[in-house]
């Protein structure tokens, strides 16, 4: 029930009549819906009724239109953070078609932004690499796991550089992939300082080896796999 004072303030405001229907979430009063009139009169049950569906749908407009601007922040935030790194990122459908890619993939290729939606296309393969990666690009598509690759790419100058590819499903409650998202490293400088590396070992006559913790072979020198009746490839 209003108070003396609440109903003095609504007679100086010539409300007469009014209905109020709360807006509630988790048990709380988030808003509230008003309607008033300046004459007195009986709310009839089938006002009521349509004062109560209209409040519903004016709430689930409210809490779509607030869910998609949560969304639209938190994708203007991905994008910020996607732009701030040095490698390529990029995000596709379940079977492969992009939906994203960050400045770097442009900065890259050398395609402008306004050549319409990109297509892995545009990456210029190697053609020693080109069938690896089709073999396991179809193998992504029945995965469920991270995988990893590495493959040359051919740069907007037409210079060739390794990359390492890091590609992400994202899963759904039902199990099933409603999204890839991948990282796309360029990683060229340190697979010719280990080709350098790997050159100068092999020319030594010095047996020299490299070891896991669990002592598994990684790396052995020409010599060291003479000895061993081995060739290096382990």
Not at 69 to 90: C, G, M, Q, T, Y
Not at 113 to 138: C, S
Not at 151 to 168: I, N
Request: proline share 4%.
């Amino acid at each position: 029930r209003l108070s003396a004072m609440q109903r003095s303030a609504l007679k100086a405001l010539s409300i007469r009549a009014q209905v109020i229907l709360p807006f509630t979430r988790d048990n709380r009063v988030i808003a509230a819906l008003l309607i008033q009139q300046s004459q007195p009169r009986a709310w009839k049950e089938m006002e009521i009724s349509l004062v109560e569906e209209a409040g519903e749908r004016m709430q689930t407009a409210i809490e779509r239109a607030q869910a998609e601007n949560r969304l639209h922040d938190s994708e203007k935030r991905f994008r910020i953070l996607a732009n701030a790194v040095p490698s390529i990122v990029w995000t596709s459908t379940p079977d492969g078609q992009l939906r994203y890619v960050n400045d770097r993939w442009y900065d890259f290729t050398g395609l402008h932004r306004q050549e319409g939606t990109p297509l892995w296309t545009d990456l210029k393969l190697h053609p020693e690499d080109a069938p690896g990666l089709f073999q396991v690009m179809n193998t992504i598509k029945r995965s469920q796991e991270e995988i990893v690759v590495e493959v040359r790419l051919q740069r907007q100058d037409g210079v060739y550089r390794w990359f390492q590819t890091r590609s992400v499903p994202t899963i759904d409650e039902n199990g099933m992939i409603t999204a890839w998202h991948g990282v796309m490293t360029d990683i060229h400088d340190r697979v010719e300082k280990d080709a350098e590396q790997s050159k100068v070992i092999d020319g030594t006559p010095f047996m020299l080896t490299r070891c896991s913790r669990d002592l598994r072979y990684l790396f052995v020198s020409r010599a060291y796999a003479a000895m061993l009746g081995m060739t290096p490839e382990l």
